[in-house]
Nanobody
Framework: QVQLVESGGGWVQAGGSLRLSCAVS????????MGWFRQAPGKEREAVAS???????SYVNSVKGRFTISQDNAKNTLYLQMNSLKPEATAMYYC?????????????????WGQGTQVTVSS
């Protein structure tokens, strides 16, 4: 059973930085996607950043150049470094995995999710 636990969210002023972490356990797929998603009140869940097991990394246009997704295989942890944060980044952030490559930016294809961590950016 895959378990995902996010941490690192919080409150930050615009222009600040946060690093989200996602501890992953029970995930053994060799072909996979891992991603960070966010959902603001009244909005649909959207992909922020994703990694394919073939090395492909994707970002939503609004965070390119400011956010970085990475993973530490030794620690079984997925990270999202968020710099130059803007108020529109305020949302609940989730990490997720799926045991299949491709279409890594589509949240509905993921079958394992963490509980989320809140990020609030004030202006």
């Amino acid at each position: 059973q895959v378990q995902l636990v996010e941490s690192g969210g919080g409150w930050v002023q615009a222009g600040g930085s946060l690093r989200l972490s996602c501890a992953v356990s029970g995930f053994t797929a060799s072909a996979y996607c891992m991603g960070w998603f966010r959902q603001a009140p009244g909005k649909e869940r959207e992909a922020v950043a994703s990694m394919d097991s073939d090395g492909t990394i994707s970002y939503v246009n609004s965070v390119k150049g400011r956010f970085t997704i990475s993973q530490d295989n030794a620690k079984n942890t997925l990270y999202l470094q968020m710099n130059s944060l803007k108020p529109e980044a305020t949302a609940m952030y989730y990490c997720a995995t799926k045991p299949r490559r491709g279409l890594c930016s589509r949240p509905k294809l993921y079958n394992a999710w963490g509980q989320g961590t809140q990020v609030t950016v004030s202006s």
